[in-house]
């Protein structure tokens, strides 16, 4: 699951298809949540359950929730920057995901809202990781 208070999302994090209701994408090539590297998780802005269409608005320090059942853990990650990495040429030079350093998370969504001209990515590092 993901949480993400400020916004309002309660979602489920699903390895097949971004195309479901209340779901988001994580991307296999990524990091599983809490591992060292990035774990890229990919959710529409203005589809489906729109579960994106203010991400905008967070802020450095605002907090997204990775509960993971099956390791029993909960992951806390903290906003390090969004709006500042906006991928014009995503389609030719995919997002590449750092396999190792910091735990780190990155919610990537369409820009311009309901338009696939860029990625939009807002950037997170873990701050804490407790058992459920």
Same mark, same amino acid.
């Given at each position: 699951m993901l949480i993400i208070p400020k916004l309002g999302v309660d979602a489920t994090i699903r390895? *097949?298809?971004?195309? /479901? =209701? *209340? /779901?988001v994408y994580h991307y296999p090539e990524s990091v599983s949540p809490g591992q060292? #590297?990035?774990? #890229?998780?990919l959710g529409h802005r203005t589809t489906y359950s729109h579960l994106f269409v203010n991400i905008g608005s967070l802020k450095v320090g605002d907090l997204a929730i @990775? @509960? *993971?059942?099956?390791m029993k853990k909960k992951y806390t990650y903290a906003v390090t920057s969004n #709006?500042?990495? @906006?991928?014009?040429? =995503?389609?030719?030079?995919?997002?590449?995901? /750092? !396999?190792? #350093?910091? /735990? !780190?998370?990155?919610i990537i969504t369409c820009y311009p809202p309901g338009l696939k001209e860029a990625a939009y990515i807002t950037h997170f590092k873990l701050v804490s990781t407790e058992n459920t």
């Open positions: 390895s *097949d298809t971004v195309n /479901a =209701y *209340d /779901a060292p #590297g990035e774990c #890229g998780l @990775i @509960i *993971d059942p099956v #709006g500042n990495d @906006i991928r014009w040429d =995503y389609k030719t030079n995919p997002v590449r995901f /750092a !396999q190792e #350093g910091e /735990a !780190q998370l990155m």
